[in-house]
């Protein structure tokens, strides 16, 4: 594969630490000047330094598309700011086969008391287009925003909306051999949307480079072939999305199956409740951390309760790997229901049926309140638990025979029926058209 | 930053590149031997790099920033660019009322109120752009920490607005040229050398001092009083040769004082000072190639530090 983005040994150091990260006034570069020579004896010139990059190899071939992911302050903005030219690496180089252009900040170079038409001549001379190249396309752009009616109007009186597509309607049209892109499809309604996963296919369809970054996860997975997973500077992973996506999850929020506090005074809760353990458990009471989609499995919670006279009510919360909550459970037994606990320490499971979330990695979030004399929460912990589901290729699970993405958050296995009636008359068979040959014409 | 244009293939591609059809045939163009525009991103230790190639590229980013700068600064006006007239006139009419009734100032072949004004539109012209370009760099912050285009015509279009100004407040002169009778001279069409070096000066001064002021935030509070200083060290509202004779040796060194004199010398006729026009020249040409090194060097960590 032709290379599109070839990097080498990539580093870039920040110092941080004193007054102004950044800038300086000309008393402190009088003051350091007189005391940087005792700094020097000591062996230390003042400053932290922070390497956002380290020794960052990665090479991109034409027509990838590639995914980016990683945790705030992991490098990312950092790398996309140097391929973007905006800062410099501090050692290292990268090599660029083609026009790069980016959807880093949709909006960069507007005026808001300029009016729609002059902005659009001025963001598109900024990200680097020509002045015939831009009047060109003026009018696509203008179509692509919806905005022909108020172009003329300064974008200070625009709504946020509207400001967003015209700003992201521009940097569409900069048609760049490859294309960098920051959450940008976060922006704007839900039709405006569809249309800037469209002009993202199109410009895949093209054979250009995509470089994609995001926290979405399930956008990553869907989109991308690759992913690369970033971690303090360095890259700690590449390859199929899902592994990555995972490995990610897992060590990012550095939650298993299996979680336990040791010390009571450090776990969450309040004087009430305490969370001593949660697990992910089988049918036959193993701890498990993979999770067969089609069978049943337990969510197991070991609390303990510090004082008398409170009616509890235990919840789990299913997030998957997007950051969507699939669903959330409380505990209605009639057992504990309205009523109050005596001091003890207690082990509530919640029974997740087979056949029913979609495979991919999951979260469960646990808390537990009581609603006499009031609501009250008292204990909440984010990702307490993480498990991943996995399908089977046997043919019993609700994908049957089909080994392709199934989408969907949840995965039901459902009843369908078939009826046959075989007196009526079928239509001819010449005038039927299959799928393929409507494709083809 | 230091993006290299591979030579052979450099502009050219690119305008071939951006040459492209609509976005419908794209496909085809994309699917050609795609022309390509190959570019290396070189880390700090690579040193210095001019780019100046890099400049003329994208020349038409300067038109689109002065532009932006002007019709920035005159909207939600009543008067608009009428304010280009209006300032040298009051400062002009300010000045005359002061040393033409209060002090009486020789001043030659011109009388005072065009004396003033043809030094003070020079000389507000180039007060403006240094100031204007100055503090250029930190208020479009947020254009420098998202996107790379070349930083120096962040500072540039602020003096290329300037120029703009000068040429509306220029028919100011004419009128006043005329209302005074001034005998025309052929010397006149070394008018606009002279504002071809004041522009020179300004950008170099500019460039450099909004460079300084990214690290440096000081430099804009200090700017005002150096301006201010600037102006009476030159000839803008007083005739040259009033200065003593032990002080004369200033004028010569200061650029703007060889150009205002020079500028009223071509607007009257009479003969110019070429030894002190040429310093001037020099000075602010020598100015202007130092700053865009400054510029240049300092700009790599522009999205850093500001």
């Known amino acids: 594969m032709k290379p599109a983005i070839k990097i080498d040994h990539l580093s870039k150091r920040y110092r941080i630490g004193g007054l102004h990260p950044g800038y300086v006034t000309f008393r402190e570069v009088i003051g350091s000047v007189v005391t940087a020579p005792f700094r020097k004896l000591k062996g230390t010139n003042g400053q932290q330094t922070v390497w956002a990059l380290n020794d960052v190899k990665l090479q991109i071939g034409e027509g990838e598309l590639v995914g980016i992911i990683g945790h705030n302050g992991a490098g990312k903005s950092t790398l996309l700011k140097i391929l973007s030219r905006v800062t410099r690496p501090t050692t290292g180089s990268v090599e660029l086969f083609g026009r790069i252009g980016s959807l880093l900040e949709v909006g960069t170079g507007f005026h808001p008391d300029l009016t729609g038409r002059e902005n659009i001549f001025l963001s598109g001379a900024i990200l680097g287009m020509r002045r015939a190249e831009i009047e060109r396309k003026f009018d696509e752009i203008v179509a692509f925003s919806e905005l022909e009616k108020f172009i003329e109007t300064s974008v200070k009186w625009y709504s946020s909306g509207m400001y967003v597509r015209l700003a992201f309607s521009v940097a569409a049209h900069l048609e760049p051999e490859i294309l960098m892109m920051d959450e940008v499809l976060a922006v704007g309604d839900a039709a405006f949307q569809q249309k800037c996963l469209d002009k993202m296919h199109e410009i895949r369809q093209q054979g250009r480079t995509i470089l994609f970054v995001s926290h979405d996860m399930a956008a990553i997975t869907r989109l991308c072939k690759r992913v690369v997973l970033l971690e303090n500077g360095r890259i700690t992973c590449d390859g199929e999305p899902h592994e990555v996506v995972n490995h990610y999850l897992s060590?990012?929020?550095?939650?298993?199956?299996?979680?336990?506090?040791?010390?009571?005074?450090?776990?969450?809760?309040?004087?009430?409740?305490?969370?001593?353990?949660?697990?992910?458990?089988?049918?036959?009471?193993?701890?498990?951390?993979?999770?067969?989609?089609?069978?049943?499995?337990?969510?197991?919670?070991?609390?303990?309760?510090?004082?008398?006279?409170?009616?509890?009510?235990?919840?789990?919360?299913?997030?998957?790997?997007?950051?969507?909550?699939?669903?959330?459970?409380?505990?209605?037994?009639?057992?504990?229901?309205?009523?109050?606990?005596?001091?003890?320490?207690?082990?509530?499971?919640?029974?997740?049926?087979?056949?029913?979330?979609?495979?991919?990695?999951?979260?469960?979030?646990?808390?537990?309140?009581?609603?006499?004399?009031?609501?009250?929460?008292?204990?909440?912990?984010?990702?307490?638990?993480?498990?991943?589901?996995?399908?089977?290729?046997?043919?019993?699970?609700?994908?049957?025979?089909?080994?392709?993405?199934?989408?969907?958050?949840?995965?039901?296995?459902?009843?369908?029926?078939?009826?046959?009636?075989?007196?009526?008359?079928?239509?001819?068979?010449?005038?039927?058209?299959?799928?393929?040959?409507?494709?083809?014409? | 930053?230091?993006?290299?244009?591979?030579?052979?293939?450099?502009?050219?591609?690119?305008?071939?590149?951006?040459?492209?059809?609509?976005?419908?045939?794209?496909?085809?163009?994309?699917?050609?031997?795609?022309?390509?525009?190959?570019?290396?991103?070189?880390?700090?230790?690579?040193?210095?790099?001019?780019?100046?190639?890099?400049?003329?590229?994208?020349?038409?980013?300067?038109?689109?920033?002065?532009?932006?700068?002007?019709?920035?600064?005159?909207?939600?006006?009543?008067?608009?660019?009428?304010?280009?007239?209006?300032?040298?006139?009051?400062?002009m009419l300010i000045f005359t009322l002061v040393f033409n009734r209060f002090v009486k100032f020789d001043t030659g072949a011109l009388p005072?109120?065009?004396?003033?004004?043809?030094?003070?539109?020079?000389?507000?012209?180039?007060?403006?752009?240094?100031?204007?370009?100055?503090?250029?760099?930190?208020?479009?912050?947020?254009?420098?920490?998202?996107?790379?285009?070349?930083?120096?015509?962040?500072?540039?279009?602020?003096?290329?607005?300037?120029?703009?100004?000068?040429?509306?407040?220029?028919?100011?002169?004419?009128?006043?040229?005329?209302?005074?009778?001034?005998?025309?001279?052929?010397?006149?069409?070394?008018?606009?050398?002279?504002?071809?070096?004041?522009?020179?000066?300004?950008?170099?001064?500019?460039?450099?001092?909004?460079?300084?002021?990214?690290?440096?935030?000081?430099?804009?509070?200090?700017?005002?009083?150096?301006?201010?200083?600037?102006?009476?060290?030159?000839?803008?509202?007083?005739?040259?040769?009033?200065?003593?004779?032990?002080?004369?040796?200033?004028?010569?060194?200061?650029p703007v004082a060889g150009i205002i004199e020079g500028f009223r010398a071509a607007l009257t006729g009479q003969p110019l000072n070429r030894p002190h026009v040429a310093i001037a020249a020099a000075i602010s040409f020598a100015l202007l190639v130092f700053s865009v090194y400054v510029f240049r060097r300092f700009e790599d960590t522009f999205a850093d530090v500001i």
């Open chain 1, 251 to 441: 060590s990012s929020l550095k939650t298993g199956a299996s979680r336990e506090w040791a010390n009571g005074a450090e776990a969450p809760g309040d004087e009430v409740v305490r969370l001593r353990r949660v697990r992910v458990r089988a049918e036959t009471g193993e701890t498990i951390s993979v999770v067969d989609i089609r069978k049943p499995f337990g969510i197991e919670l070991t609390y303990e309760v510090l004082e008398d006279g409170h009616a509890l009510v235990p919840v789990l919360e299913f997030y998957n790997e997007a950051g969507t909550e699939l669903f959330s459970t409380h505990d209605t037994q009639p057992d504990w229901r309205r009523r109050e606990r005596p001091r003890a320490t207690y082990t509530s499971t919640v029974w997740v049926p087979g056949n029913l979330l979609a495979e991919g990695s999951l979260l469960g979030h646990v808390s537990v309140m009581s609603h006499f004399p009031s609501t009250k929460l008292h204990l909440s912990e984010r990702n307490a638990v993480a498990f991943q589901v996995v399908d089977s290729p046997a043919g019993d699970s609700a994908r049957g025979d089909y080994l392709g993405p199934m989408p969907g958050l949840m995965r039901p296995l459902l009843d369908w029926t078939t009826e046959t009636n075989e007196t009526e008359e079928l239509s001819p068979k010449s005038k039927v058209q299959s799928p393929k040959s409507a494709q083809d014409s």
């Open chain 2, 112 to 254: 005072y109120p065009l004396f003033a004004l043809s030094g003070l539109l020079l000389w507000l012209f180039f007060a403006n752009a240094v100031t204007n370009s100055t503090n250029s760099l930190v208020s479009n912050a947020n254009l420098i920490t998202k996107v790379y285009f070349p930083r120096l015509y962040i500072p540039a279009a602020a003096v290329g607005a300037g120029l703009v100004d000068l040429s509306v407040s220029f028919l100011l002169l004419v009128a006043l040229v005329f209302y005074y009778g001034v005998t025309l001279t052929v010397n006149l069409l070394l008018l606009p050398l002279f504002i071809l070096l004041m522009t020179v000066l300004a950008l170099g001064v500019g460039l450099l001092s909004a460079a300084l002021t990214v690290k440096y935030r000081d430099l804009r509070h200090a700017l005002p009083f150096i301006i201010q200083l600037w102006m009476f060290a030159s000839p803008v509202i007083y005739p040259a040769r009033i200065v003593p004779a032990g002080w004369q040796w200033l004028l010569t060194i200061n």
């Open chain 2, 1 to 91: 930053m230091d993006v290299q244009t591979s030579k052979d293939r450099g502009p050219a591609i690119t305008t071939a590149a951006s040459a492209k059809p609509r976005a419908t045939d794209l496909s085809n163009s994309a699917a050609n031997a795609a022309p390509e525009r190959h570019s290396l991103i070189k880390s700090e230790e690579a040193g210095v790099q001019l780019n100046l190639g890099e400049l003329w590229h994208s020349r038409e980013l300067l038109y689109f920033l002065t532009l932006r700068d002007i019709k920035v600064r005159y909207k939600q006006t009543l008067m608009g660019l009428a304010w280009v007239i209006i300032q040298p006139l009051m400062t």
